[in-house]
């Protein structure tokens, strides 16, 4: 009781007050201004800039440049191509993750441990090294065509198919790792119990495992499908100027064209679709949360 | 029987997905050490030709010092903001406290393709060149979140009655932070810079968005020689990479521990 009193003296003596009362709010007051002036004074700009024309029409709200990005058959080509490349990117992610979280959390001998920091340090090498090496591998003189035989030889450089296998390898580890976080929390006595009631393993993985890492491969793909959508690097290495993503077209017209009412638009558009996306699946993995009585 | 052949089906699946997620590595790791003019895998003769080659272009030479400043500079900037903020939220109890670390946090969901190119119409309309401004600027932005995250978490767990009993005893606002506060949150800190210090130096988009020559970073320069097509100089340059990363990891495995740092998992055993 003393020492609470002495405590509470002192935290509330006068010499501190003022500090003690609006202290915390000088400390946040930095972050906060930067991030205002440097995060949300340019993406507002981004934004005002995406309703104005080109050339001193400036003051006129418009919608023409977005008017202009959605009825051309060009971009619609573009935004489809980046959906369907994140899509897939998104569910190749997801398969081949899966039984390589389930590993993590099955296994109990000491390699499972070798495993996951194998599967994790790839984080710590740049994503634009990552990407080369996949480069190595899919150009005609590349890794691949050495281990086909001769008349297998296929030239995958430049194609969705590079920029998806390239996605995939890049972003697995958030997919693991969402799925493992997951797992992990459950208890695996859950699992004893339901083989001592007579389930069959294949019954346990449909009505216990797979329901119960649900949430981790929701949370996984949300994040797989959104850095997708925005890569930048990958797309353009592997896929070239013939497979063109939305990204591609943003930094094209906001840089190359120096055209920042037309490549506003694109940002802006980008950021609706990936963010769009990433709602759906939020609201419809509710619901099938529901189904599955995990929440 | 059925359970020896999960077993084995399950670590063969292990040994597949790692030779999945190492192939790329392996291969520029491989092609680096080629002693002939172009990228042939596997090499015809090995030898460190493209590796000279690579110390010896000046594009790749500054654009590793330069990332290695930026990543530095970038550090210490997302320390010092996001630890007293961190400091200043924990306490918080106004109204505005969760809106105020949502904001912060938004990063970590908006592309950095978008704040980039926000930056870049702000710096050509106010005349001042992007790069290191708006590029230090932008991974602040980028890694000032987890900095805020991690130093946040360690503070939640901190005692505050450690605090009032340093002032009790009559240390200073300063004293108590130096002393009783950092040695306490030090775990979470060093592990949010070291954070932040490896997704700058490692960060792309923003790097292409915001570099102009003469302060390009690594990552920039890579991806604009991958570009006009495979070079050899470009894959000693990427073994270079590989290299420096194992080293780190290495490194990052012995005082951190690589998998505390990322899959948050205690070590065992």
Redesign the interface.
Known sequence: MQAEA??A???A?PT?SW?TRY??????A???V??TA?????????LK?SFLLRGGMGGWVSLSNYIGVLTDPFYWQIIVRSLRISALATLAAAI?SY??A??IY??ES??R?V???????????????????????F?P???L??LLPESMEVSLMRTEFAVTVGLT?IY?PFMI?AI??SLAKQDKRLLIAAASLGAS?IRIFCDVIFPLSVPGLVAGSIIVF?VS?????TP??LGGSANKTL?FM??QK??MLAN?YE??AV?VI??VL??GVVWLMGIWSRTAFKRLGVS | MQQLVWHSLRRIYAIIFSAFVLFPLVVILILSFTNEGYNRFPPASYGLRWYREALDTPAFVDGFLFSLQIATVVTLISGLLGVAAAIGLNRATFAGRNFIIGVIMVPLALPAMVMAIGLLQIFTVAGIVTSPYALAICHVLLTVPYVLRLTLASLGSFNRTLELASYSLGASRWYTFRRVMLPLIAPGLAGGLLFAFLLSFDEVTAGIFLSVPGATTLPAEIFGYAAQGADPVVTAVSGLMVIFAAVLVAFIERFFGVLRLIADEQPSH
């Open positions: 002495t405590l003296a002192a935290s003596a501190y500090v202290g915390h709010l000088l400390l946040i930095p972050l906060v930067f991030v440097f995060m949300i004074v340019p993406c507002a700009i981004v800039n081949v039984p390589a389930l590993y099955f296994s000491r390699w441990r495993f996951l920091f194998l599967v994790v340090s790839p984080l710590f090498l740049s994503a634009i090294v990552r990407t080369y090496g996949w480069m190595m591998i150009i003189s590349g890794a065509n050495a390898h697995c790792l493992n976080a393993p959104a959508m925005t890569a930048f690097g353009v290495l990204a943003a930094y906001n840089l920042p490549g506003g940002a980008l950021v990936s963010m």
